[in-house]
């Protein structure tokens, strides 16, 4: 597979399986569960599905998909059904509402042990949401000074990209610095200025983007990357996120 390097940043063709993030430790684990990749791995590190605790599972497929149940397809400004008759732009595609255990995995993703789950997120995703037409995947990106060991909407990228046949495009870069304490909710809370992110990946004008986070609450940080992807030329085709906040009948954040 052809790899483009620019600076920091990896881009991978269709699959997306080159970046060294889509792997797990050197494994890379397919969609089918457990895999013998998995049961390798649990001789010298045991794992078990944090759903239902299965020996030798990152998470089962069947627990994932008793989370997503119906597809989620939701008008990210007032998060009724998509198409929405108030309201214009691209399709938020969730897997759960953020509540209950589809946002303890989610911390399970975040301040665990989450680069495997990633993945996992990313496949039940794809198993639930028919692909988006659209040429490339883009995760939101860590906050500058980071210091988490993996970006975990790039990991739920790669699996919607192994699974959809689409490349990942790790280009979005945060404009800006944040406190290292500040949260994502302490950031939205703030004004997030238009030009929040900046785009540091190949051309991406006449494209269609898919912009992939772990959870949308406000929508302002997935609005701000579209904002970017705009910039670029490029039409954003839909939003892809774990969870997702009901906030029926208010009006947007800034
Ligand atoms: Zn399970
Ligand atoms: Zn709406």
Redesign the pocket.
């Known amino acids: 597979m052809k790899q483009i390097s620019t600076g920091r940043k990896r881009y991978t063709d269709p699959g997306g399986t080159n970046s060294r993030d889509c792997h797990e430790g050197g494994v890379l684990l397919s969609s089918s ?1 457990p895999s013998l990749a998995e049961l390798a791995l649990h001789l010298v590190w045991p794992v ?7 020996a030798a ?1 990152v ?2 497929p ?3 998909d008793a989370l997503t149940g119906e597809a989620l397809s939701l008008c990210i400004d007032c998060r009724g059904p998509y198409p929405c008759g108030f309201h214009e732009g691209p399709p938020l595609l969730a897997g759960a509402f953020h509540r209950g255990r589809a946002r303890d995995l989610l911390l399970a993703l975040k301040y665990g042990n989450g680069r495997p789950l990633g993945t996992r997120i990313g496949f039940a995703l794809a198993r639930v949401h028919l692909p988006p037409e659209a040429d490339f995947i883009i995760p939101l990106p860590l906050h500058r000074g980071s210091t988490r060991s993996y970006n975990q909407a790039l990991l739920i990228a790669c699996g919607l990209s192994r699974t959809w046949r689409l490349p990942v495009v790790d280009g979005l870069s945060w404009a800006m610095q944040w406190p290292a304490q500040a949260g994502r909710q302490a950031r939205e809370r703030l004004s997030l200025p238009e030009k929040a992110f900046s785009w540091t990946g190949p051309s991406l004008r006449g494209k269609r983007a898919i912009i992939v986070d772990d959870v949308c609450t406000t929508g302002t940080t997935l609005d701000r990357a579209a904002a970017a992807v705009r910039r670029e030329g490029a039409v954003p085709a839909a939003f892809v996120v774990w969870t997702v906040t009901e906030r029926m009948g208010k009006t947007k954040a800034p």
């Open positions: 569960s078990r599905c944090p759903l239902c605790g299965r599972s998470a089962c069947a627990c994932l």
